[in-house]
């Protein structure tokens, strides 16, 4: 079991890595003055190390509610042998990436349920538009083994976005989809 996860984990980096490598960043436009206008980079998410297991580990991926807030988690985890800690984040972060896929794919499964008309590949596009909106909000770092965790999410509400705009529904599925999003969810909240 463990032998398997160091597997994926080291392919995830290998595979970040290498897409690394093939993607090419134009040169941002220069000013009137002819030099070059740096764009702010986006903050990284803080790294927390304390002794303390945050909530969102314990719990683990699945549907939650914190009072009128409704969210999808995925939390991953990673640790490599050498030690380096961008592709242990890295791998944490694409990990619970994948593990929030999984929790979006048995929400859209369950709302799609009866309805005969449903393409598969359509309710994947839906999950894939949702989790191109997720955002890994967290990272926690356990202090014992170093091993990284990772938490990325999507408000239901933004998620619902994703099922308004998908092109592979039509117009009356969408709608029954919809209509039943908020019911599922409080499902999914009270199942353990």
Not at 99 to 125: C, I, T, Y
């Amino acid at each position: 079991m463990h032998g398997s996860r160091t597997m994926i984990t080291a392919l995830c980096c290998l595979s970040l890595l290498w897409l690394g490598g093939c993607a090419r960043r134009s040169a941002p436009a220069p000013s009137p003055d002819g030099r070059p206008v740096l764009e702010p980079a986006q903050p990284p998410v803080p790294l927390r190390i304390t002794p303390q297991l945050p909530g969102w580990v314990e719990k683990g991926s699945g549907a939650y509610q914190d009072g009128s807030e409704r969210f999808f988690y995925g939390v991953g985890s990673a640790t490599t042998a050498s030690g380096n800690r961008i592709l242990t984040r890295t791998a944490a972060d694409n990990l619970a990436r994948v593990e929030l896929g999984k929790v979006l794919r048995r929400f859209m499964n369950a709302l799609a349920g009866d309805q005969m008309n449903v393409e598969a590949g359509a309710l994947e596009q839906v999950v894939q538009d949702g989790l191109a909106n997720a955002v890994v909000t967290d990272h926690w770092s356990d202090p014992r083994d170093g091993r990284m965790y990772a938490l990325c999410s999507i408000d239901l509400k933004k998620f619902k976005e994703s099922v308004a705009f998908s092109r592979g529904l039509d117009m009356s599925l969408r709608s029954t989809l919809l209509d039943k999003a908020d019911q599922q969810h409080a499902q999914m909240v009270r199942m353990p």
